[in-house]
């Protein structure tokens, strides 16, 4: 079975800066990227960053550009968000997502060729 398995989420205030990981659990497929999205209370679910696995190509929405960082360790099979900059807005909770299927590039950005998804860590970001 595989499961992904987010960490690092917390309480921070405006202007601060929070490090998301995201690693296998039990049998590990092959991946071709990885993916966040988040989740405002009463809002949709929201495409954040992803990153295909070979190569590196990273993929952000306009809101955070400039702010987070996507990136992995290919060693440890482990996927992180670096968050900086964070504002009020950039609470909810935090999804890492992982695609074993092969897209060009900007699909990565739909929720819906993800195949494996994460608990799920909670960001809240103070004013």
């Known amino acids: 079975q595989v499961q992904l398995v987010e960490s690092g989420g917390g309480l921070v205030q405006a202007g601060g800066s929070l490090r998301l990981s995201c690693r296998f659990s039990g049998r590990t497929p092959r991946a071709y990227a990885m993916g966040w999205f988040r989740q405002a209370p009463v809002k949709e679910r929201e495409f954040v960053a992803a990153?295909?696995?070979?190569?590196?190509?990273?993929y952000y929405t306009d809101a955070v550009k400039g702010r987070f960082t996507i990136s992995r360790d290919n060693v440890e099979i482990t996927g992180y968000l670096q968050m900086d900059s964070l504002k009020p807005e950039d609470t909810g909770a935090y999804y890492c997502a992982a695609s074993s299927t092969f897209f060009s590039g900007n699909y990565y950005t739909q929720a819906a060729r993800y195949d494996y998804w994460g608990q799920g860590t909670q960001v809240t970001v103070s004013s």
């Open positions: 990153i295909i696995w070979s190569g590196g190509a990273t």
